[in-house]
């Protein structure tokens, strides 16, 4: 079945820094790719996705770009806040249900020291 | 705009009660979902609807959980009785369907469920 694989968080990054959170996919077709932010106390929040393959989504700095030949959706940014501090979601759509749902990553927390 | 509407946004209860949970999808969207989010498990989904028709509720824990979709602007997630392990942050998403280009799922701000 289709599955989400993430890097184990949690990460831990000083201001500025790069930032980079692996996601790996398993899909049968060609799904749409997606990573979602939750802030703390909040629900998700669309951050950004990319709908076919060499698709690079981007978003407030974060930019993904969907690579079928590696079925990889990395999340990276060139200079991460303390803002950025978060739980981030790697996820796909599962079109072979009607409906089409996200199959979601475990997640990986992300804490950014000033 | 007024987004994914859900109330209570806390519930505290004790074990054996019957707990009640409310969501308002954006108006237009024809899909909604359900989630649990405990640290335990991650986040789960429960159950979605498309056209206020139920199509997989293979997430719904037990019998003790069930869901319903009345019209295409309201739906309930119902625990009876409940119990300590119901303890989580329940998710309310909604999503026009249809199109490839309307996947993205947009979440509520969820509600603290407390069991004791």
């Known amino acids: 079945g289709n599955s989400v694989t993430q890097m184990e968080g949690p990460v831990t990054l000083s201001e500025e820094a790069f930032l980079t959170i692996n996601c790996t996919y398993t899909?049968?077709?060609?799904?749409?790719l997606f990573w979602y932010v939750q802030y703390p106390g909040e629900g998700l929040q669309l951050l950004l996705k990319?709908?076919?393959?060499?698709d690079k989504g981007s978003n407030k700095g974060f930019e993904a770009t969907y690579r079928k030949e590696t079925t990889s959706f990395h999340l990276e940014k060139g200079s991460v806040q303390v803002s950025d501090s978060a739980v981030y979601f790697c996820?796909?759509?599962?079109?072979?249900?009607?409906?089409?749902?996200?199959?979601f990553g475990q997640g990986t927390e992300l804490s950014v020291k000033p | 705009d007024a987004g994914v509407i859900q109330s209570p946004r806390h519930e505290v209860t004790e074990m054996g009660q019957e707990v009640t949970l409310r969501c308002k999808p954006i108006?237009?969207?024809?899909?909604l979902f359900w989630y649990r989010q405990t640290m335990m498990r991650g986040l789960e989904l429960l159950i979605y609807?498309?056209?206020?028709?139920?199509?997989?509720d293979s997430g719904m824990p037990e019998d003790r959980f069930s869901a319903k979709m009345p019209n295409a602007s309201f739906s309930t997630l119902k625990i009876q009785p409940s119990e300590p392990r119901d303890s989580a942050v329940y998710f309310c998403?909604?999503?026009?369907?249809?199109?490839?280009?309307?996947?993205?799922?947009?979440f509520g701000p969820g509600t603290r469920l407390l069991v004791l």
């Open positions: 899909a049968t077709g060609y799904p749409s």
């Open positions: 108006s237009g969207h024809n899909s």
């Open positions: 996820a796909l759509s599962d079109r072979d249900n009607q409906g089409g749902k996200l199959i």
């Open positions: 609807f498309n056209n206020n028709v139920p199509i997989d």
């Open positions: 990319a709908t076919k393959a060499d």
């Open positions: 998403a909604s999503r026009a369907s249809g199109r490839t280009d309307q996947e993205t799922q947009y």
